[in-house]
């Protein structure tokens, strides 16, 4: 066979021509290849891409298909979130806004929809469903699908998924969710607890854990919730403090008034409530001490003291073993065992010495100590203890300077003499005024005391009407208005001589206290000890009132009903248990009437300062039908014209 040569030579040119001009493609510059790409031109991985595409069989080209799907719907799905309310409304009207509604609305949907879901959508048209059912359906399930797994999601998980779900708590359709995981988290995030003090309707599903850590960040928000329970707590107390009986008691503390945080009386109710709300937790336990230190301030009732003893001996009973206790928690275990057995005081008292002496200068724990020793318990049995002791020292015919015992438990109640405007100052000092008061007033009692023994030793029957003895010293008085627990120990004084039956000590004394008493003690010291004297007067000493009517009626009897409400009370019980054959007396008859005016006119205003409006319903009523026995028995019912009249203006 044989060759062209000519033929030959071409096609090897061609061979060399088309190599040449591959050599020189490949030789192009890559930046060349870039810019064409940039231009519109395809890249070489897309070329190559398009070639294998080119190559597949049918089914594998479905499958690259679906597998392009997939990848797609997953893009969507990380960049997909649910739009609710006002972003919502927002979005679909920026996308309106833009060309091709139509195209706009149907990218929307693929971004938004629920994954799965666009398959059915259909279907439900054709049913002619909404499609908000469909999705509420779907939502409702898979929301009560997540929380069911929550119990099993691992703590750290928590966070970003509390994160995720919190802008839709307000939503009625998924707020569980993110409740779920508020109340099962250990620790909020600040920012969510930001916003949950200021969504008072979401805090109130929360559970308390939750409460608890949002007054953490909070503890504006506990104060206000305090505020309510320690008023609440105040009104109780006083109500329970001049309900009860004290006719025939030897104590001025009304059963019921312990400070057990066991009580089961409706303070104790209380306070059980306020110690769950702080749920152990030191930061929320020192803002209730601060609650109710600041009512105090306000108000100065006495009752805020038995409620700050209350907290410190729950606080220190849920103190761990390794813990410290606070010399405020020293303290208050001294008083409750004071309480709970008041005749081995000694060691109590030196224990209390100690602990206030060790305490630093300026210590705010000296303003917790006062504001206990304040508590009407305390102060009752810390007097009973100083009047017990000058007792004895009157008997032994010693000074009381000299009495070291005498000298501590002085010292002791001095941390509460003006407590309340330390507190008010934040300036604490340690007691003052000890020996001054040593060689005072306690000196006059202490006189009073020796003159009563004297004069039982010289009487062998009953005082007669008309028997006088000095009266205690104007110093006496004035130490009284301005030393509480100088009115303390004259009210066991008192307390002592009305047991006893005398008479002359009861008319002289009472008045004195009633004077000097300032109005929040009234119902805490006051109207106790007065009913204890009116019951005396009415069961031991009832003929010598009588002999002495007049001077009862402007001593004691005036000055009770027009001091406070339920002072007035407690005189008009006196008058109407008084006994039958007195009342035909014309004299006694006028200074009735008189003295139920008297306490008319001063109904108005305690009613409507001191008491909330059940509770002032309540007084009005008892004092209505006081006032009409009273009345009737006077033979005069004009007083009750004048109650009316004056009861109707509070």
């Known amino acids: 066979m044989s060759s062209n040569p000519s033929s030959t030579s071409v096609e090897q040119r061609q061979g060399d021509s088309s190599s040449k001009g591959r050599a020189v493609t490949m030789r192009m510059p890559i930046q060349k290849i870039s810019s064409s790409t940039r231009k519109g031109g395809k890249s070489p991985a897309q070329a190559q891409s398009q070639a294998q595409a080119q190559q597949q069989t049918p089914q594998q080209s479905l499958q690259a298909q679906q597998a392009q799907q997939q990848a797609q719907q997953k893009r969507l799905a990380a960049k997909r979130k649910p739009l609710l309310g006002a972003e919502a409304i927002r979005t679909i009207t920026d996308r309106l806004k833009r060309s091709n509604p139509k195209q706009q609305l149907r990218l929307f949907q693929e971004e938004t929809a629920l994954s799965n879901t666009s398959g059915i959508l259909g279907l439900v048209e054709l049913m002619q469903k909404p499609r908000s059912e469909l999705n509420l ?5 898979l929301r009560n699908h997540l929380v069911m797994r929550l119990p099993t999601l691992p703590k750290d998980k928590l966070t970003p998924l509390l994160i995720q779900t919190f802008p839709y708590i307000q939503l009625e359709e998924l707020c569980d969710i993110p409740l779920a995981i508020l109340n099962r988290h250990p620790a909020i995030p600040q920012k969510i607890l930001k916003h949950l003090k200021d969504q008072d309707a979401v805090l109130a599903k929360c559970s308390l854990d939750v409460k608890q850590q949002v007054w953490q960040y909070s503890p504006t928000l506990f104060e206000q919730r305090l505020e309510v329970e320690a008023d609440a707590y105040a009104t109780q107390c006083r109500q329970m403090w001049c309900d009860k009986d004290y006719s025939g008691h030897g104590s001025m503390v009304p ?26 937790k030191p930061p929320l336990q020192a803002v209730a001490i601060k609650v109710v230190t600041s009512q105090y301030i306000k108000d100065g009732q006495m009752s805020r003291g038995t409620q700050v003893l209350q907290l410190h001996l729950a606080i220190s009973a849920q103190s761990g073993p390794g813990q410290r206790r606070t010399p405020a ?27 206030i002496m060790a305490l630093p200068a300026n210590s705010a724990l000296l303003g917790q100590v006062g504001l206990m020793v304040r508590c009407p318990q305390v102060t009752n049995a810390l007097c009973k203890v100083a009047f017990r002791y000058l007792d004895t020292l009157a008997k032994a015919h010693h000074l009381p300077r000299r009495h070291l015992n005498l000298s501590g438990i002085t010292q002791v109640l001095g941390t509460g003499f003006q407590v309340r405007e330390m507190l008010q100052r934040n300036e604490f000092r340690y007691p003052g005024l000890a020996v001054q008061i040593l060689q005072e007033p306690y000196a006059s009692i202490a006189s009073l005391l020796t003159e009563d023994a004297l004069h039982q030793l010289q009487q062998e029957k009953p005082e007669a009407a008309g028997e006088s003895r000095s009266k205690p010293p104007q110093s006496l008085a004035a130490f009284a208005r301005d030393v509480y627990y100088v009115r303390g120990i004259l009210s066991q004084y008192l307390i002592a001589k009305s047991t006893a039956g005398d008479f002359r000590r009861i008319v002289q004394i009472l008045p004195v206290l009633v004077d000097t008493t300032p109005l929040q003690d009234v119902e805490f010291m006051l109207v106790p000890l007065a009913s204890h004297c009116l019951q005396s007067l009415l069961g031991n000493c009832w003929l010598q009132v009588v002999d002495a009517f007049p001077e009862v009626f402007k001593e004691v009897l005036v000055p009770l009903a027009t001091k406070h409400i339920r002072l007035a009370i407690a005189v008009l019980d006196f008058l109407e248990r008084s006994p ?11 200074q009735l009437t008189t003295l139920a005016t008297k306490c008319a006119h001063g109904v108005a205003k305690p009613l409507a300062q001191q008491y909330t409006p059940e509770f002032t319903q309540e007084l009005k009523q008892r004092l209505r039908s006081l006032f009409e026995q009273v009345a009737h028995r006077a033979g005069h019912l004009k007083a009750l014209a004048v109650f009316d009249k004056s009861a109707a203006k509070a």
Do not use: D, W, Y
């Open 137 to 141: 359906t779907i939502v409702r399930h």
């Open 329 to 355: 928690h020293v303290a208050a275990s001294c008083f409750e065992r004071l309480l709970a057995n008041p005749k081995s005081t000694v060691e109590i008292e030196k224990e209390l010495f100690q602990t």
């Open 580 to 590: 039958e054959g007195v009342s035909s007396r014309s004299a006694f008859e006028k």
């Open 255 to 280: 059963e019921g008034a312990e400070v057990s945080c066991t009580s089961s009386s409706p303070t104790g109710a209380i306070h059980e409530r306020i110690m769950r709300l702080c749920g152990g």
